[in-house]
């Protein structure tokens, strides 16, 4: 079976999706990525659906079910290059995913993902600037 | 049932068309609901007779053909038709009513008739046969320029739907990665597909995080209108691009309370200014700017205080 590749950046793991989503790859997907985040102790996901074209409602589900477990395992997710016709759908579905952050490219989500990490201050003890009260 | 005999009024219109002409046309200028300013006599007195020649013809072609006079659809009648189109059609321009239009050919009706009883005083049977048939003829051609009439306004009403669509939607790069979708009109379910299109695809080229959507130009938001904009909203932030709503009237924002509509999740703001100065802090073109306690009479010292120490804890 095809599994769809979960990359290491750092503290991040990146997931792009380019081949047309069926229910069994998004499935096995939440499994590999809950146990790679565990594995590799991620911070953030990132990932890309630029090359996605087409979604259904239970697309839009695994979306926010997958978002809303990486938040349990304390990472945070940004889905990044939603396409118009995909983000239509989506809402016309009834399905605006209001717990998923979004970003226009996988730039711009990366910065979102570090701006993220630098505002909570339990992730980044080491980090923390010694002047902020 | 016999077919009605029409050789007496096709002789009659021949016999004496100059003097219904003659009597026509001063009919019309006596009536006090003839609009000069829109049409010229002599324009008038060219349609009065080069009708009154036709009719003359289509009656003169279908009795040799022993047709029926009242029935439209005959192909005599489209010379007649088509000369009526031509009048009704420059009279819907011009600015007439629909009944000032037909009221052209009911006008023709006094004076005819008025002669067959001259004419015919004699018989009442003839007379009303006569009168009767001339009437059908000149009411149906009445009504045919009515429906021409309507049929042109109709024509103007669809071609200025189809440029208010077109004109309709466009998005407007404002600064580097903010972008402004002023909307102008009542916003539809199809209007509202072809706005939310066209923003996310310019949203898509252009890389823009914020856009801004204007509804200065919206005269009135109902719970459709404000569900489709939501729906643009989440559509946009499911691309990563926030969108700030801006231009909401006094009586819009009532209205939107009062429909309990949710606009917590949105950024609203009175004018499109608040809202592109908004877009710029928040993707750090500018400062965050510092705003200035304004002497307003009715502001509280509290107000003033309350940004004094957000700028200073910005500072911090």
Known sequence: MDRIPILKLGNFLLVTIQVDMYDQLAIALQDDLTSKIVQAGAKGVLIDISSLEVVDSFMGRMLANISEMTRVLDANTVVVGMRPAVAITLVELGLSLPGVQTALSVDKGMALLNAMREERPSEGLGEREPGAA | MARPDSSYLLELLNRSSDEILR???????????????????????????????????????????????????????????????????????????????????????????????????????????????????????????????????????????????????????????????PMIGTLDSARTQVVMESLLQKIVETGSEVAIIDITGVPTVDTLVAQHLLKTVSAARLMGADCIISGIRPQIAQTMVHLAVDLSNVTTKATLADAFLVALERLGHIPEVRRREEPTPGKKPETAGFFGTQATRKIA
């Open chain 2, 23 to 181: 009597d026509w046309t001063a009919n019309q200028f006596r009536n006090p609901r003839l609009r000069p300013e829109l049409l010229r006599e002599s324009e008038l007195r060219d349609q009065s007779s080069t009708f009154l020649e036709s009719l003359r013809t289509a009656i003169s072609n279908i009795e040799q053909r022993q047709g029926d006079l009242t029935n439209i659809l005959l192909q005599e009648w489209n010379e007649t038709k088509q000369l009526l189109e031509t009048i009704s059609r420059s009279r819907s321009q011009k600015g007439f009513t629909p009944s000032e239009t037909a009221g052209l050919i009911f006008s023709l009706k006094q004076s005819l008739f008025s002669r067959i009883r001259a004419e015919l005083r004699e018989s009442p049977d003839q007379l009303y046969q006569e009168i009767s048939q001339a009437n059908a003829v000149l009411d149906m051609l009445a009504l045919f320029t009515t429906e021409v009439f309507q049929r042109s306004r109709e024509q103007i009403i669809a071609r200025q739907q189809e440029e208010m669509l077109e004109l309709s939607t466009p998005v407007v790069k404002l600064w580097d990665r903010i972008l402004a979708l």
